[in-house]
T-cell receptor, first 112, second 116 residues
Framework: GAGVSQTPSNKVTEKGKYVELRCDPI?????LYWYRQSLGQGPEFLIY????????DSGLPNDRFFAVRPEGSVSTLKIQRTERGDSAVYLC??????????FGEGSRLTVL | DAKTTQPNSMESNEEEPVHLPCNHS???????IHWYRQLPSQGPEYVIH???SNVNNRMASLAIAEDRKSSTLILHRATLRDAAVYYC?????????????????FGKGTLLTVNP
């Protein structure tokens, strides 16, 4: 597709479970960002990849959160031992270096 | 990134112009002013950005005060599809080896309601 694709669009899990969220960026975009958005708030930065490496992970809230981008394209955000407070919409964005970020529609995570 | 201040909400009528204000009194000389909007159940969408001069594109116009401490996003004829949360963001590009970090720091934005 032409845009940023995120799967799943919705994920319901139980407290304590492990979750993976996937982002497929726009082809050729070297920069990839993960954000988290809680209800009524603006998106909150989590991590930024330039190519395969995490160039800025200052937004990850704790060590239960981890993200990878092994081949410099698709990225996976991994959350271990999920908590109810992790419930949010997780947004992915990519950029070609022009300064404009292109966002996906997000993955809504609900932790019961 | 420097902070911005926006009204929580604004209302407009369809086919009328809308002026969305943003204050950024602590802006630095290298901060670009970016606007994104977020329609319901979608990710944010780029609208426009500028540094010092006013900017126009197919979506909107950006008017930047001479001292750069404020700016206004102008939608020339609002439509129902323009109803969204509009975010004004200051961004200073952090350059690192291999690329530039265009990280955006979002506030709560302005919720624009467009009345038919």
């Amino acid at each position: 597709g032409a845009g940023v694709s995120q799967t799943p669009s919705n994920k319901v899990t139980e407290k304590g479970k492990y979750v993976e969220l996937r982002c497929d960026p726009i082809s050729g975009h070297t920069a990839l960002y993960w954000y988290r958005q809680s209800l009524g708030q603006g998106p909150e930065f989590l991590i930024y990849f330039q190519g395969t490496g995490a160039a800025d992970d200052s937004g990850l809230p704790n060590d239960r959160f981890f993200a990878v981008r092994p081949e410099g394209s698709v990225s996976t955000l991994k959350i271990q031992r999920t908590e109810r407070g992790d419930s949010a919409v997780y947004l992915c964005a990519s950029s070609s270096g022009t300064g404009e970020l292109f966002f996906g529609e997000g993955s809504r995570l609900t932790v019961l | 990134d420097a902070k911005t201040t926006q009204p929580n909400s604004m209302e407009s009528n369809e086919e009328e112009p809308v002026h969305l204000p943003c204050n950024h009194s602590t802006i630095s000389g290298t901060d670009y002013i970016h606007w994104y909007r977020q329609l319901p159940s979608q990710g944010p969408e780029y609208v426009i950005h500028g540094l010092t001069s006013n900017v126009n594109n197919r979506m909107a116009s950006l008017a930047i005060a001479e001292d750069r401490k404020s700016s206004t996003l102008i939608l020339h004829r609002a439509t129902l599809r323009d109803a969204a949360v509009y975010y004004c963001i200051l961004r200073d590009v952090t350059r690192n080896s291999g690329g530039s970090n265009y990280k955006l720091t979002f506030g709560k934005g302005t919720l624009l309601t467009v009345n038919p």
